[in-house]
């Protein structure tokens, strides 16, 4: 593997412009990370691994307490010498970039194009990584990758179905290298998952994934229709006030 840079670089190097990016990089390969309790840990371990210049984004979706102050950019930021930024609506993914969720807010992906939701209802079990990875395979069909860390409940697995329907590629944490197995189990027990194992090996993985794949779309798939703000607006209200 590729030697990792220490998070000593120059900040000045970063792009500067990422919270005021609306221009889209549509052959950017996103990697979506769901994570919950204990997952500050596993996603150290994850970045740890990657290769600071490996051209892929990724989106961090991890289940956090609205009442605590969010320091996860600034954790992740100690741990790769990519630019960690916290997520606002309208913001383009950039390869080498890492994107983390805001507190009590959910995420979709369209177009290359990352956009915040506000939760509609609280009586409904926020599912925020579902939420995303059922966009993501939306949005990117085959090219789309998930990776489930170490956390409790089932949310994932939902998604880990929509990506897997889009033939996407999935990895999991193996739940015994988890401080809380919940999420990994769950996302196991649907069958789909292309690699299981440490959380400091799935890079490797998706990028060996990655290098086996042929570059570009296949030509013989429908072409993406664009899709106006006020579908997701409205999906967005449905599967928040019924929680489907």
Known sequence: MMEKKTSDQNPESFPTDLSEDYTAQTDVPIVAIGASA???????????????????????????????EDLLAEILQHA?????????????????????????KKMTIHNGLLHVHDYYAVHTRPQPVNFFFESLADDEGPASLGVILCGTGADGAAGIRAIKASSGAVFVQDPVSAQFDGMPRSAIATGLADYIGAAESIPDQILAHLAS??????PDLPPVVP???????????????TGH
């Not at 790769?80 to 009590?104: E, F, G, H, W």
């Not at 794949?213 to 296949?218: E, H, L, S, V």
């Open 213 to 218: 794949q042929t570059p570009g779309r296949q």
């Open 38 to 68: 204990g997952g500050v840990e596993a996603l150290t371990a994850f970045f740890n691994q990657v290769p600071d210049n490996s051209g892929l984004a990724f989106v961090v979706i991890q289940h956090m307490n609205p009442q605590c």
């Open 227 to 241: 899709r106006r703000s006020s579908y997701y607006q409205i999906l967005d209200i449905l599967q928040s006030a």
């Open 80 to 104: 790769t010498s990519m630019k960690v930024v916290q997520s606002r609506d309208l913001m383009a993914v950039a390869p080498n970039c890492v994107y983390t969720i805001p507190p009590n």
